[in-house]
């Protein structure tokens, strides 16, 4: 699973971003983020993830709630930007394992997420991670995911 | 629940019905662009075609992973349906995915879900997404969906 082209750009941002805090253009510069209307904040002093209410992001109309896989998608991201942004990994690290429990539905308003990295090995990072709308104490999702990390 | 859910018994009909689902009714679904391909007695196939929006890692063009969880999501609770041979809601409880080998870039994914097991309440589902060839999987999965009708 070696990647076979250096990342440089990304690894510049990434660097960047650590100082500067100016995380958008991070989250901007990845495709799947921007279409999602995934962004990291720093909201009361902790950084997190917002993903936006957008009318794409339902999975069913008639409750209405959001689809499973963007609160999975959310977790996950939430779990990246942590690890790029809070270690010195150069790289966007790879996911080897994700579960994802969910709680509760998600309804259609902006969903939250802060992710815990739980371990950090040279090679692999494990992370917790939660997602929640109106009560961060009642999470909707709720998931434990496996990264492999490129060497610094 | 009335027999409007019923699922049709011919492959066409099913094809039809359970495609309802991959379009602008399950709005997420259809702004992916999921397609469901083929339907089996307990087992669904959906694709989800390579876009630039869908990359996670924009130096290698790799996808990032939140569509394929999407992707296998859809696809686990399409096979349920398949296997009850009704429409009924359901909400998923727990899904575990397993990243075997990197996705090839500019490819397609194609997820194959199969309901092995239903409760009253419950549905236990496997999956494996591949792009192209079943016994190269990119990523296997396993899930478990709660049957919400009364």
Redesign the interface.
């Known amino acids: 699973?070696s990647?076979?082209?250096?990342?440089?750009?990304?690894a510049e941002l990434v660097l960047d971003v650590r100082k500067t805090r100016e995380y958008s253009r991070l989250t901007d510069?990845?495709?799947?983020?921007?279409?999602?209307g995934i962004g990291v904040e720093n909201l009361a002093g902790e950084m997190m993830c917002r993903m936006r209410y957008q009318?794409?992001?339902?999975?069913?109309?008639f409750l209405p709630a959001?689809?499973?896989?963007?609160l999975?998608?959310?977790l996950?991201?939430a779990s990246?930007f942590e690890l790029l942004l809070k270690t010195e990994t150069p790289r966007?690290p790879?996911?080897?394992?994700?579960?994802?429990?969910?709680l509760r539905?998600g309804k259609p308003q902006d969903t939250f997420a802060r992710a815990i990295i739980t371990r950090q090995g040279r090679r692999v990072a494990n992370v917790r991670v939660d997602a929640w709308q109106d009560d961060r104490t009642r999470p909707i999702a709720s998931a434990h995911a496996l990264f492999l990390l490129a060497e610094p | 629940m009335s027999d409007d859910f019923k699922l049709p018994e011919d492959k066409a009909g099913r094809m039809e019905r359970c495609s309802l689902f991959y379009s602008d009714?399950?709005?997420?679904?259809?702004?992916l662009g999921l397609r469901l391909v083929d339907v089996a007695p307990t087992e669904a196939t959906v694709e989800l075609p390579y876009a630039?929006?869908?990359?996670?890692?924009?130096?290698?063009g790799v996808?990032?992973?939140?569509?394929v969880?999407?992707?296998?999501?859809?696809t686990c609770g399409t096979s349920v349906m398949l296997r009850l041979g009704r429409m009924v809601p359901m909400?998923?409880?727990?899904?575990?995915?397993?990243?075997l080998?990197?996705a090839r870039p500019g490819v397609s994914l194609t997820a194959v879900a199969e309901c092995y097991r239903t409760t009253r309440q419950v549905a236990f589902v496997r999956a494996l997404v591949h792009q192209g060839d079943k016994n190269h999987p990119v990523a296997s999965a396993q899930g478990t969906f709660m049957l919400t009708e009364e």
Do not use: C
């Open positions: 699973m990647d076979t082209k250096p990342s440089s750009a990304i510069a990845i495709p799947y983020t921007r279409f999602m009318p794409m992001l339902i999975g069913n109309s959001l689809h499973g896989g963007t999975g998608a959310l996950e991201s990246i966007v790879k996911v080897i394992s994700l579960t994802v429990d969910f539905s | 009714i399950v709005p997420h679904n259809h702004a630039d929006f869908l990359v996670g890692n924009p130096e290698t996808i990032a992973g939140g569509p969880t999407t992707l296998i999501d859809a909400v998923t409880l727990d899904l575990r995915i397993d990243y080998r990197p």
